[in-house]
Each structure stands twice: as structure tokens, then as C-alpha cells.
């Protein structure tokens, strides 16, 4: 069954601790995404991958941290330096190449709130 | 990319069908009308995209106006599961800083009543 998934759902760190939060996809996508919504907000780019071992910052990428060492896992970090870390956090991925018709299918998001 | 705007809120009866409008008056050649939609707590679910004309799928369909300055997203019989809030995006090709990102405004909150 093809799709992303993200994990864990829910998420509760004490403040100043590093957190890991997973995303993983089988939709043989070479762009990946992650995305940051607060209550009654829109979605706002934290870090992009548009291939393996590359990734680009996003729009509010201060305090976070990203790798891409395979295709399918694009895993983010949200560190210690994040000064807002709550928040409900959306990983999505595409084909890829930045055209206007590439579609971004999103996973189910994980909700971390920091203590 | 261009902005959109869309109504706060509707209400569609259950069975019936729900048309929920966008303007998107600054929008120019090269950029692509996208719906999500977002139910509560939950990732944004794909519904459809299109450029020109219009476009049908097994979940809705789109309807563009001639000159490109509107769009209606149309379920065309609602259920009770689709109550959510529906975003229209105007997308075009990445560029600069904007490579591959989608811009999510407040979008319309659809309530489906029985």
C-alpha cells in the first residue's frame, strides 16, 4: 500500500531536548517536504529535498536540522534552538523537478508538543 | 504565486451538492489552480489541480473560468465525511526561493449537515 508515513502521532519532549521526527515514503518520490501548521494557521516550509543527499531551507528553517541519506526517509530534527517547537508538523513529497503540476501528497503529521 | 481568496465558511446539506468558489484575479499564465483539503488533525488530502480547463476526478471536479480569475470546486453529492477545510492554491513552476513549496491561506470551512 503506497503512501507516507509519519511517526510517531503524538509527540511530548521537555523543554531543551532534541527531538527526531520520522517520514517515510514508498511513492518512489525524489522531492520531499516538511511543513510546520499552528492552530488556525497555514502551512509554512521548513526544509525541502529535491534529491538524495541534498536539501534546500525553507521558509522558517532556523532550529531545525534535515538529512537525506536515502530517497524513501527524509527525517527532521527539531533542536533545542527551535523557540516555538509545539506544533503540528506535515511531511509531503512528489515526483519532483519543481514544475507547477507537481502534485505534493502529504502524510498523516505528527503533533509534538513541547513540556 | 498569486493570492486567493475564498469565503470563511459554508454550509451544504448532506446529498447535495457543495460549489466552493476561489478568486484568484492576479493569476497568470503559467500557474496551476490546486485544491487540498484538511480535516481536523489530520495531513492536507489532495482533491484536484488544473491549469485551463476543467478537470474531473472520482472525488470532484473543477470548473475555470475563461479568464482564469476564478475557479469552483464542485462535490457533487456531499457526505457528512466531507466536512473540512478546503484550501484553492495558485502554483507555478519553482523558482528562487519558492522552489516546489505550496502556500495554504485560511481557506473555506465546509460544513456538511444532515
Known amino acids: 500500500d503506497g503512501g507516507i508515513t509519519q511517526s510517531p502521532k503524538y509527540l511530548f519532549r521537555k523543554e531543551g531536548q532534541n527531538v527526531t521526527l520520522s517520514c517515510e515514503q514508498n511513492?518512489?518520490?525524489?522531492?520531499m517536504y516538511w511543513y510546520r501548521q499552528d492552530p488556525g494557521q497555514g502551512l509554512r516550509l521548513i526544509y525541502y529535498?529535491?534529491?538524495?543527499?541534498?536539501?534546500q531551507k525553507g521558509d522558517i528553517a532556523e532550529g531545525y536540522s534535515v538529512s537525506r541519506e536515502k530517497k524513501e526517509s527524509f527525517p527532521l530534527t527539531v533542536t533545542s534552538a527551535q523557540k516555538n517547537p509545539t506544533a503540528f508538523y506535515l511531511c509531503?513529497?512528489?515526483?519532483?523537478?519543481?514544475?507547477?503540476?507537481?502534485?505534493?501528497?502529504f502524510g498523516p503529521g505528527t503533533r509534538l508538543t513541547v513540556l | 504565486d498569486a493570492k486567493t481568496t475564498q469565503p470563511p465558511s459554508m454550509d451544504c446539506a448532506e446529498g447535495r451538492a457543495a460549489n466552493l468558489p476561489c478568486n484568484h484575479s492576479?493569476?497568470?499564465?503559467?500557474?496551476?489552480v490546486y485544491w487540498y483539503r484538511q480535516i481536523h488533525s489530520q495531513g492536507p488530502q489532495y482533491i484536484i489541480h488544473?491549469?485551463?480547463n476543467n478537470e474531473t476526478n472520482e472525488m470532484a471536479s473543477l470548473i475555470i473560468t475563461e479568464d482564469r480569475k476564478s475557479s469552483t470546486l464542485i462535490l457533487p453529492h456531499a457526505t457528512l465525511r466531507d466536512t473540512a477545510v478546503y484550501y484553492c492554491?495558485?502554483?507555478?513552476?519553482?523558482?528562487?526561493?519558492?522552489?516546489?513549496?505550496?502556500?495554504f491561506g485560511q481557506g473555506t470551512i465546509l460544513t456538511v449537515h444532515p
Open positions: 492554491i495558485v502554483r507555478a513552476n519553482a523558482g528562487g526561493t519558492s522552489y516546489g513549496k505550496l502556500t
Open positions: 488544473g491549469l485551463k
Open positions: 492576479t493569476i497568470s499564465g503559467n500557474e496551476y
Open positions: 511513492l518512489n518520490h525524489d522531492a
Open positions: 529535498s529535491q534529491i538524495v543527499n541534498d536539501f
Open positions: 509531503a513529497s512528489s515526483t519532483g523537478g519543481g514544475r507547477a503540476a507537481d502534485t505534493q501528497y
